[in-house]
Every structure is written in structure tokens, then in C-alpha cells.
């Protein structure tokens, strides 16, 4: 069946390098990513989305990159800041019916000072 | 705009008993979709309600069920606790009527089973 998983579940950074946080997806008919970010007692925040038609996009410090052949997603943060540490969740968005979106396992990205 | 809110916050129940969980949603969205999220899991998908009827279901036992009212509040209800019903249930909210996936989480009702 339909899967979305994480490739590491932890990520240790140093403040100010960049963060590479990948995801591999199983449903080819996906068509509509997101990365969510969780910060310890909150639930997840929206970060940054991306359409199927697309093979990247930018927002302010991240940047997604979906690589339809292999079914990778990957999630770049520049200058990576403590307020950066949390879990970072990618989801597919599987159409067909009603519109189903499946969440990965997390990966736990933590930000040495 | 107010976020989702979630209540309780924290709950504590023991095996065979049953709860309740409400979420409220943004102020317009429709939408509203249930998550149980676990150590070492993702978020599992409980169902989605929409327009006050159940429009999509995880692989979850019938024990978890849940309802939508006129409001677009909704609760969900889990009979015969489990000790692996301990979990951070989230509620996320959706304008599905704009065509987005863009969801938002209230911050969750952390329930343990004793």
C-alpha cells in the first residue's frame, strides 16, 4: 500500500551549516507534497509545499525538491538555526475519490550551537 | 483568526473506559481530519469529516469513531481503552472549499491509558 517514509530519523546540524532532511514516497499518483514541522508539545506547522508538476520550490531559508523518477522528496534549510530543531514530517497527498494525505515517520532534526 | 483548540489537553483514562475528544476548527474550514501519533510513528490517519459525513477512514479499529456537527466542530470517541491507545491525538482543520491541502493542527489532546 500507499507509504511515505524517512530515510534518517535523526539529523544533527551545526547552527549556521545547511540541513538536507529526505523522504522517499511509494504512491507514483501522488500529486501534492508538504513539509510540516513539529516543535516538542505543538502540533505540526506547514512549512513549504509542492506541486507534482513541479521539481522545486523556494521559500524564505527552504527549499523542497521532488524527484518524480525515484519518488524523493527532500527538504533543504539554509543557515540552519536552533529555532530549526523539531521533527520535520514530509506528506503525500493521494487524489482519487476523496483526497487522502499520508504522513511520514519524522525525522528529528537537532541544531548544535 | 483563532487557530484549532483541542480539549482537553491532557487526559487520563484506564483500560475498558471510553473517551471523548473535541476539536474546534479554524473559523470557515470545513474540513477536519483526526491523527494519532505515537513514539516512533508518524501520524496515523484516523478519518476525515467534512460537511458533518465521514468522507475518509484509516486502518483503525471500530473502537474509533467520531461525528462533525452543523459547526464544523467535531469529536472523536474511542470505547474500550487500550493501553496502545496512549497517544497525542491531533485535529487538523482544512478550507477543502478553496481546493487546498494546506492543513492546520490544533496542539493536541495527549491521552494515556492506565
Known amino acids: 500500500g500507499e507509504s511515505v517514509g524517512l530515510h534518517l530519523p535523526t539529523l544533527s546540524v551545526q547552527e549556521g551549516d545547511n540541513s538536507i532532511i529526505n523522504c522517499a514516497y511509494s504512491?507514483?499518483?501522488?500529486?501534492?507534497f508538504i513539509w510540516y514541522k513539529q516543535e516538542s508539545g505543538k502540533g505540526p506547522q506547514f512549512i513549504i509545499d509542492?506541486?507534482?508538476?513541479?521539481d522545486k520550490r523556494q521559500g524564505q531559508r527552504v527549499t523542497v525538491l521532488l524527484n518524480k523518477t525515484v519518488k524523493h522528496l527532500s527538504l533543504q534549510i539554509a543557515a540552519t538555526q536552533p529555532g530549526d530543531s523539531a521533527v520535520y514530517f514530509c506528506?503525500?497527498?493521494?487524489?482519487?475519490?476523496?483526497?487522502?494525505?499520508?504522513f511520514g515517520t519524522g525525522t528529528k532534526l537537532q541544531v548544535i550551537p | 483568526k483563532a487557530g484549532v483548540t483541542q480539549t482537553p489537553r491532557y487526559l487520563i483514562k484506564t483500560r475498558g473506559q471510553q473517551v471523548t475528544l473535541s476539536c474546534s476548527p479554524i473559523?470557515?474550514?470545513?474540513?477536519v481530519s483526526w491523527y494519532q501519533q505515537t513514539p516512533g510513528q508518524g501520524l496515523q490517519f484516523l478519518f476525515e469529516?467534512?460537511?458533518?459525513?465521514?468522507?475518509n477512514k484509516g486502518n483503525f479499529p471500530g473502537r474509533f469513531s467520531g461525528r462533525q456537527f452543523s459547526n464544523s466542530r467535531s469529536e472523536m470517541n474511542v470505547s474500550t481503552l487500550e493501553l496502545g491507545d496512549s497517544a497525542l491525538y491531533l485535529c487538523?482543520?482544512?478550507?477543502?472549499?478553496?481546493?487546498?491541502?494546506?492543513?492546520?493542527f490544533g496542539p493536541g489532546t495527549r491521552l494515556t491509558v492506565t
Open positions: 509542492i506541486r507534482s508538476n513541479m
Open positions: 487538523a482543520s482544512r478550507d477543502r472549499g478553496q481546493g487546498s491541502y494546506e492543513q492546520y
Open positions: 473559523s470557515g474550514h470545513r474540513s
Open positions: 506528506a503525500e497527498n493521494t487524489p482519487g475519490g476523496y483526497q487522502k494525505v499520508t
Open positions: 469529516y467534512f460537511s458533518e459525513t465521514q468522507r
Open positions: 504512491n507514483s499518483a501522488s500529486d501534492y
